[in-house]
């Protein structure tokens, strides 16, 4: 039986979209607070000529701006793609609950690939992480996008 996405991941797919027809790297990310959407992100670094500005990394930044905190507890991000150590350092810094992600990584992953972040012993928060849901619609947009770009 298939079981349709969950919207937050529905919003982030559709945010990856969006920004692969801006020409960015097609990656979305969508916060949630419960069942309200808190902010939703995606990646803008061509656009800003910020190599900091990864989707993670602004939703995040928009959440913290709403809530007025520096951290995002009882918070979950939903994200199409797993993220690599600088937004894995700033969800464990942000104190996101759970994270939830479409695509593996295997390049610049640092959850289930690479420096593998939430299990340093020096991370001090560690979310409960969830992969897969979304995954071949993410990997087609990516390998889409990026197959373009090489013809």
Known sequence: MVFPLPLPMQRALALAEQ???????????????????????????RAS????????MRAIRAALDLLGTG??????????????????????HARVARLYYAAPDPKGGAVEHGPRFFGQPTCHHRPDVYSGMGQERSAALLTDFFRERRD
């Open 19 to 45: 920004a692969a027809q801006a020409f960015e790297v097609p990656v979305g990310a969508v916060i949630m607070q419960g069942e309200r959407q808190i902010a939703e992100a995606a990646n803008g670094m």
């Open 49 to 56: 000529g910020d190599p900091t500005d990864h989707a993670e």
């Open 71 to 92: 951290r995002l507890d009882g918070c979950d991000l939903w994200v199409t793609l797993e993220p690599c150590a600088m937004c894995a350092g700033a969800i464990a």
